[in-house]
């Protein structure tokens, strides 16, 4: 029996040693030519610094999910790269879902996938009211013609072909701003 519990508590108490190696730490350095080092030491002992993760800003992160588009011109820009990849996931990313129901949902992913599956020719803002191309009114009487008022923009304009590449096709999408993001409506 003596023979049995000795490597036992032997066994016991080497499990209850803290090991070195769960205690290493591995570090995200970055080399001073760029290179990304993966070590146990300091960053500093190899010459080189922390990694800082770089911070996401807006109009540049639409590749990923759950982008939040801080301005229409970052909102034009993710509807211009999710039509152009053709997938309707993308573009339904940058959709405000809010108060959607499930048959109108369906129905909306239908429509967005048939965008996406449109060649893309432009994503134009779309303003209130008659205007220039610039958004600014055609009236040269009256408060527009002392200075321009400030145009409202309402929408998206999506110019597109049909498959044939040369029958024009058009989708709009309102514009909503909730929580801090802009998204786009049908």
Known sequence: MRDVLLPL???TG???LPH???RAQ???????????????????ALGASAYVEPPVSAGT??????????SVQDLAYALDEAIRSGDANRIAGLYNWAGTGTANGYRLMDRL???????LVDVQPLYAGDAD???????VDGPAADAPRKPQLIGLRVEQT?????????AVFGLRRRLGCWWVRL
């Open 20 to 22: 070195a190696s769960a």
């Open 162 to 170: 049909l498959r044939n590449g040369s029958t024009p096709a058009r």
């Open 9 to 11: 508590l032997l066994l």
């Open 14 to 16: 080497a499990l209850m």
């Open 26 to 44: 591995v570090k995200h350095c970055v080399a001073t030519d760029g290179t990304r080092i993966y070590t146990d030491r300091k960053c500093e």
């Open 133 to 139: 191309p610039y958004g600014y009114p055609f009236s």
């Open 113 to 119: 996938e048939t965008i996406a599956e449109r060649p």
């Open 61 to 70: 992160s639409f590749g990923r999910p759950n982008a939040c588009a801080r």
